[in-house]
């Protein structure tokens, strides 16, 4: 009787630890992704690209809530037919928030609020380039395994303040308010940086994700 006793007092033991790491969910965990966004304008032999490259790296604060931040590069190009008309090369800063819901099994939907910080300049014009803004974006993180996972997003709103410093001349402040990038292209990033989009950040990302 002592040992069915014991083996039970175990068993339940074990039970108990499992089921309060279970809901932990993923609190505590680290992860790392990249997100990758591409954006392309064509007409006859002009085109013109948006891409953006942004690892990032958050943690996990409560079981559906994940702080980070993302360090990466953004090229904006302009090219008519083998020439290049403009080429901005750009260092972006993102700290973010994300908020998690389960959808069904290992698919969830999240919500993202990011504040992000963007500077450089065009290379073909020695323009300087400078942006901060907020952007509010939702998308779906399916699980593949507890330690991988595959993401897709889409901006749903985004404000942004874009100053242009050129070499010679006055500078100009641009602010912009999107939902869901809907709104005419400011003209002054077709001509001065070759740009297919009202601001600098492209509005679709996937990415993949690990956790650790």
Known sequence: M??????????????????QEASKGLQGAWFATSQIGYQQTKSGDDKDTNLTVLPIVG???????????????????????????????LIV???????YWNVAGSLYFF???????ITG?????????????????????????????????YDLANFTSTTLNPKTGDKTTITNFSAAHV??????????????????????SFGFKFIF
């Open 183 to 204: 709104g005419n292209v400011d003209p002054i990033y077709v001509s001065e940086l070759g740009g297919s989009l009202p601001n600098l950040t492209t509005p679709l």
């Open 93 to 99: 800063v993102e700290p973010l928030v994300r908020k």
């Open 111 to 117: 919500g993202q609020l990011a504040a992000p910080i």
């Open 121 to 153: 300049k065009e290379k073909e014009s020695d323009l300087k380039v400078s942006q901060f803004g907020l952007a509010m974006s939702g998308g779906f993180d399916f699980f593949v395994s507890k330690s991988f996972s595959v993401e897709f997003s």
């Open 59 to 89: 943690t996990f604060v409560t079981p559906s809530v994940a702080v980070g931040a993302g360090v990466g590069y953004i090229n904006i190009k302009s090219e008519n037919g083998s020439a290049t008309a403009a080429n901005t090369g």
């Open 2 to 19: 002592k040992k069915i006793l014991l083996v039970a007092g175990i068993a339940l033991l074990s039970l108990t630890a499992n089921a």
